[in-house]
């Protein structure tokens, strides 16, 4: 049973850019989360999605967005890239309804940009 | 807004010692509390989860305890080993869908 994987895993962009990182959940679980890790800090929340639908976000601008597909997997995109967005971004799924609310987590997509 | 703290930063100690990490949280309206190992590099591997009605969880060499009165927890591992060497991340789950993160605890076992 493959976990949850995501991709790409590493990827070099310049300011202004813009970047797409995708996400495919654990098997069975319908709900995908997005965190941004800079290097040395804990995971920060982006956003979460459940039923193709933004459920709830955190304290991010508007440059960051995102997607769910009936297939429950998910898109982050990152338009009008800055230095400080450089990081780990991390994927984590989890099963709606279970009420254990165990995020499995995917390893990651490195975002450098220059 | 919740704010997660893990003490110490780094731990280091030799192989076969006992030892506790530290996470304390403000606000102890939690809906449950995950321990996290993160190797350098890598993604997440969850330990534990307590939810808020335990009081403490218990996965082989490892224990991790709840007291959200006081907005502490422990996670406590037995005869370290050198594969333990990690970082590990407390996470407190809100009654919504979101967890906030310590900064982590960076742990080496000497062998």
């Known amino acids: 049973d493959a976990g949850v994987t995501q991709s790409p895993t590493h990827l070099i962009k310049t300011r202004g850019q813009q970047v797409t990182l995708r996400c495919s959940p654990k098997?069975?679980?319908?709900?995908v989360s997005w965190y941004q890790q800079a290097l040395g800090q804990g995971p920060q929340f982006i956003f979460q999605y459940y039923e193709e639908e933004e459920r709830q976000r955190g304290n991010f601008p508007d440059r960051f967005s995102g997607h769910q597909f009936p297939n429950y997997s998910s898109e982050l995109n990152v338009n009008a890239l800055l230095l400080g967005d450089s990081a780990l971004y991390l994927c984590a799924s989890s099963a709606t309804g279970t009420g254990a609310n165990v995020l499995t987590f995917g390893a990651g997509s490195r975002l450098t940009v220059l | 807004k919740q704010e997660v703290t893990q003490i110490p930063a780094a731990l280091s100690v030799p192989e076969g010692e006992n030892l506790v990490l530290n996470c304390s949280f403000t606000?102890?309206?939690?809906?449950?509390l995950q321990w996290f190992r993160q190797d350098p590099g890598k993604g997440l591997t969850s330990l534990l989860l307590i939810q808020s009605s335990q009081r403490e969880q218990t996965s082989g060499r490892l224990n991790a305890s709840l007291d959200k009165s006081s907005g502490r927890s422990t996670l406590y591992i037995a005869a370290s080993q050198p594969g333990d060497s990690a970082t590990y991340l407390c996470a407190v789950g809100d009654t919504g869908n979101q967890f906030y993160f310590g900064t982590g605890t960076s742990l080496t076992v000497i062998p």
């Open positions: 098997s069975g679980h319908d709900t």
């Open positions: 606000d102890s309206a939690i809906y449950n």
